[in-house]
């Protein structure tokens, strides 16, 4: 079943994986530091598979996203699906990058949809009032070389037919 139709649940399943990560309960101390799971494998399934994940599928998890965290609905939907598009636009390049200039991109990319989602929420009155609401952009930036690892050995693993 290896490389044929198994991302058809493989993808899926790599998204399940990260909503999960992105909405299991933290420490106290931790939760501010929680890194953006679903927005880096949103970026490296764009990035990788730039015809089969783009902006329909950002705005889709960013609906799922606001749903499973009862946020404003369609504030993480525009910030996706804006990553989403970028990323497609930028594959090429970034994809040559070493994985250390990938993760200042990838930094660049999710403080652009922390910076939609600050202004939707300064718009409402519901704006944070301390820096803390950029520490996930610090671990994202950070975990990003590992993700792209683990994400891309699934690609190679069970996604062939798509590549």
Known sequence: MSGSRAWIWVVPLT???ALALTVAPLPEWAAPWRPEWLAMTLIYWSMALPRHFGVGVGWGLGLLLDVATGALLG????GFALIAYLSIRLH????VFPLWQQALTVGGLLALHLLVVLWISGMTGRA???WLYWAPLVSSM?????VFVLLRDVRRRWCLALS
Request: hydrophobic content about 55%; proline content about 11%; cysteine-free.
């Open 128 to 130: 944070p009032g301390t």
């Open 142 to 146: 950070i975990l990003w070389p590992w």
């Open 75 to 78: 504030q993480h939907a525009l």
């Open 92 to 95: 090429q390049r970034v994809r």
């Open 15 to 17: 998204f399940i994986i």
